[in-house]
């Protein structure tokens, strides 16, 4: 059948335009991997389901608070918070799993197996009666824990592929921050309303099912997922190797190691601030919405620390945002009353993210000269130091505050284990001669050069 005149104008003419245009096909082609409507609709797709995911993770604080003082009453608050614990562990320690899958081509079903376990177990909490910590445990920390961690790498790398620059993984990177402010407002207000926990539970998890179902719709891998090798494709490392030759680069172990003691502190204040404001006599209105505006912060800081970062060196940048957030730790002791709970929570959202946010950064700055596929491995490798951190960091915390919440002890602990790093000068005096060298172009073996790196590199 002829096609009829005036049908399909918009499409030819903007088809024209991209033909009789070459400086703007080459311009879309050198940000896009296969144009932006995929790309866009891609991050949209990937920021709601984090949205939902680890926002709702986020806001584990709103749990520990509701748990301690009733719905898990009989329990020890260092038990609780092996809920929230084991669900960030779960998270990071899956994520290389989940990329090895990802390279198989299995992004569509890693997304809704995780979509459906994340859901399913959601759903199962509110079906959980009160003092029954097993049953909390097995829905919340480990259903919806490994629901998070089958999602998490697979939701942030579709949004990477599209891109030919790193431009959208802050943007899905920050709806972490966001996701945590809304939902604990949303999980406050519904868990202490007239609604109470079971039917609060139920109409987040409606809430998170919208928000799946539009995340897998629009989501789309570049390219093919059916896992073919391709004839040229380079030969992959495997774990073995990539383990091997990071054994002996001295920055990557030695910030791996940091990662491990920031995270036995980090997560303390995100966990416990709205139970300390609470038993400190603050109202619980103000209480509640302290660990959103923590949250809130977090939005920022994982944006503008790193675009410090790519100006001035990431590392310069986020020494002094780990400092200023083991600093602020201490300054959790004078969060008490809302003068002093808001400006806290204010600030340690800010650096709390930052610290977080470009973590992966450096290790992508320690890692030049390898491969897609290695870099990736490296990632992977330098997750599994702070998600073991995290699992033991908080339930530590708990333990020492004990049932009459001695929380200077608790403060102490968690600050400390951000400091350790700097008490011997570890990374100071390893990691940033490093950057330096790197930063001057020097190719000395070893990932380290001396002080005068800044000179030309001798030709052998």
Known sequence: ??????????????????????????????????????????????????????????????FQDFYTREWLSKSSTSAISWIGSTQIFL????????????DR??????????????????????????QSFYQVFLAQAVGMGLGVGILFLPTSVVAIRHFKRNQAL??????????GLIFSIVLNYLIHSHLGFAWGIRAVTLITLICFLAGVFLMSMPGSEN????PNAPVRSSWREVAISARKDWPYLLVIGQA????????????????FAVTHGTSKQASFYALSILNFSGVFGRIIPNHLGDRYGVLKVYIPCLVTTGALCFAMLGAGRPTGLFPFAIFYGFFFGATNGMYLSIINSLSTGTSADQLWKRCGLSLIPPA???????PITGSILGSNYQWWRGILFASVGIFVPFNRGQMLNYVIPFFAAHDSGCNMPGNWCPDNAHQEPKEH
Not at 260 to 275: I, K, W
Not at 388 to 394: F, T
Request: proline share 4%.
């Open 170 to 179: 802050g943007i899905v990177d920050s709806t972490i921050s966001l996701g």
């Open 105 to 130: 081509g299995y992004f569509r079903s890693l997304v809704v197996v995780g979509c459906s376990l994340y859901l399913f177990s959601f759903f199962m909490l509110s079906f959980t009666a009160p």
């Open 227 to 230: 896992g073919k090798k391709e």
């Open 1 to 62: 059948m002829a096609e009829k005149p005036g049908l399909n104008t918009s499409t030819n003419s903007t088809s024209a335009r991209t033909t009789e245009d070459p400086v703007l096909t080459s311009t879309l082609n050198g940000i896009y991997s296969e144009g932006p409507r995929k790309a866009w609709s891609t991050v949209i797709g990937a920021c709601l389901v984090q949205i939902c995911a680890i926002g709702i993770l986020s806001s584990y604080g709103v």
């Open 388 to 394: 073991v951190a995290a699992l033991i960091g908080s």
């Open 260 to 275: 491990f003691t920031m995270c036995l502190g980090t997560f303390v204040p995100s966990f416990y601030l709205q139970l």
């Open 91 to 102: 998270e990071y320690f899956l994520a290389p799993i989940g990329g090895e899958l990802l």
